[in-house]
């Protein structure tokens, strides 16, 4: 005898799976750069790059009332922060931080996926809510909704664009599962200083043109900052790039304005292809100044995806 199928019950098993996906949370938009922030053990001295050399305008700390942010566009800035009492870390960077317009739609989204989100978001006094994470390899990474009604940022004639941030990472695919998978980012560009072993890799926001870059040392099992590296090449590697459609052009403003004092390079090509200048705030983090478009021909890998506009 041929069993009786109870289509009824095969409906409502088959309506299961696409009921409990239309529950899940869809990821907000991941479209920017909001910041970088950095320790500095002199702020006198970072106001002085941050404001006279870079051009930024300095705001207070919505975030910590001890810092400042020193803006180069509303939405967009350094966060300066002064050493934490008893830090001996010879690491600058704090976290870094993408602006999103739903703060709290990513949290639910992040733990829903299984990332460890606090309870509930915190909200600054100008309206502005966030919340942090940490990524796989202990980086902390904030998600920042600005306020309503950002501050009045004028144009900067430098650059008003805090186009990419790049940090230190030991295991690419670790970090990969985070960033890539969870969070959309995709494939911008890679290389580094040989032409077979990518040590760079470049990654964009999944809803825009910023990225962020890996700046992988060390080897897949390790973590941390190795015993044997020094705070200068730390600060190299933890960076952040403010883009220029001329360096030739940032490179005359900065010399004319007596702004490069105490800086040792000049404008090169990267590996990249593109125009670069890089110089260094008083505790040694790079701040890359860097040309939108490649001049040619990169190495290693192409581009893979269009570069920022402007």
């Known amino acids: 005898m041929r069993p009786r199928i109870h289509w009824s019950a ?37 106001e002085r790059f941050y404001v006279h050399d870079l051009g930024a305008v300095k705001l207070p700390d919505p975030e910590d009332t001890t810092g400042a942010r020193y803006h180069f566009a509303p939405t967009q800035f350094v966060e300066v922060l002064p050493l934490p009492p008893g830090y001996r870390s010879i690491n600058r960077l704090a976290h ?16 829903a996926k299984g990332v460890k989100v606090p309870a509930r978001l915190t909200t600054a006094p100008d309206g ?20 309503a009604t950002p501050p009045a940022v004028p144009a900067n004639p430098l650059s008003s664009h805090v186009m990419h941030a790049g940090f230190v990472i030991h295991n ?45 040392i060390g080897t897949p099992d390790a973590t941390g900052i190795p015993a044997d590296m020094s705070a200068a090449n730390l600060g190299v590697l933890n960076h952040f790039a403010l883009g220029v459609p001329d360096i ?39 701040a890359e100044i860097m040309e939108l478009h490649a001049i040619g021909k990169p190495c290693c890998s192409p581009f893979v995806a269009a570069d920022p506009e402007k």
Request: without cysteine.
């Open 172 to 216: 690419r695919p670790n970090e990969d599962r985070f960033y890539k998978q969870i969070l959309g980012f995709k494939p911008y560009w890679e290389g580094g200083m040989r032409d077979d072993h990518p040590t760079w890799i470049s990654l964009q926001l999944p809803d825009g043109r910023d990225w962020i870059e890996y700046m992988v």
């Open 128 to 147: 502005g809510r966030w919340f942090a994470v940490t990524d796989p390899e202990g980086t902390t990474v904030q998600f920042m909704q600005p306020p």
């Open 96 to 111: 870094i931080a993408f602006d999103t317009p739903d703060a709290e739609g990513m949290r639910k989204y992040l733990s």
């Open 248 to 286: 030739r052009a940032a490179y005359t403003l900065l010399w004319n304005g007596e702004r490069l004092d105490g800086q040792q390079q000049t404008p090169k090509i990267g590996r990249d292809a593109k125009w670069q200048l890089n110089l260094l705030d008083p505790d040694g983090t790079r």
């Open 10 to 46: 095969v409906l409502v098993a088959l309506a299961l799976p696409a009921s409990a996906i239309a529950r899940a949370p869809a990821r907000p938009p991941l479209a920017s750069v909001s910041h970088i922030a950095v320790y500095s053990s002199d702020v006198a001295k970072s």
